[in-house]
């Protein structure tokens, strides 16, 4: 197995996030999550370790520079503030933009204690994240930073005739999540479009292939769009990150971020994050 494949699996699969809501699934042993991707536990246990490792470089090298010093410091978060971050697997990696977020405050501002948790699982969709918010609303955060609706814009097979779920119900499903938030807690929303993948990339990937995983971009633009159309704090990935984005950013499958890309998405959340008030 190449390194590349050992990473996508960790990234995509993460099976301790997966089984963590089954009963006994937050007891299960590393060995456990491990043998589920077929791997040595050693060998899991130094690649996660080292995804980690890249993660706080990543914010370290972030944070060399003063403009992004000084961005963190403006990020409208009070001593003790609680921040959830929501979405699927862009967000959930263990490398992720929310991870190295987490890596900038505690190097940054650890004197604030501000935390931030991850709430966020690989394939979900808006429709998912309607059944999985109320454990945000339950944490009652002060900020909840949302990037979910990639997996709206997923078909399957060859010759899809629709999406995973249509936009029209994306666009209610977006608009009861806003509503809970801003019903059901005080927390302020930040709302993340999903970026554009490289199509040939994701059809032709030896993982995503098998599970006959496709993407179209103008499915996504329009995913992007209804998320816009929220009339609320965003940060538009889609259009700053381009179509495709580069590809230094993304990893083999054309969807998911490298190490590198997820910095970048961390940056750009920071930027938008920061000029608010």
Known sequence: ???????????????????????????????????????PPEVYAVELERMKAEARAAASELLADPAVASMVDRLPLKRGARVVAFGDSLTSEPQSWA????????????????????????????THGL???????????????????????RTQGPHPHKTLVHHEETARNLAELRQRIAGETK??????????????????????????????????????????????AAIDLFSSLGTPPPADLLMGDGLHFTAAGQKRLALEVLKGWSALQ
Do not use: Y
Request: with cysteine.
């Open 1 to 39: 197995m190449s390194n590349e494949q050992l990473r996508w699996l960790l990234k995509v699969l993460q099976p301790a996030r997966t089984l963590a809501a089954l009963p006994g699934g937050a007891a299960l042993s590393q060995e456990t999550h491990a043998a589920l991707l077929g791997l």
């Open 99 to 126: 991870v190295i977020l987490s890596e900038l405050l505690a190097a940054r501002r650890a004197a604030d204690d501000i935390a931030v948790t991850i709430s966020a699982l690989g394939g979900d969709t808006t």
């Open 131 to 153: 059944i999985r918010v109320g454990e945000v609303i339950g944490q009652q955060p002060d900020w909840v930073l949302c990037l979910i609706g990639t997996n709206d814009a």
């Open 187 to 232: 927390a302020r929303a930040l709302w993340i479009t999903p970026p554009a993948v490289n199509e040939e990339q994701v059809a032709g990937h030896w993982g995503l292939a098998r599970f006959g995983v496709r993407f179209r971009n103008e499915d996504l633009a329009r995913v992007a769009s209804l998320v816009r159309e929220l009339d609320e």
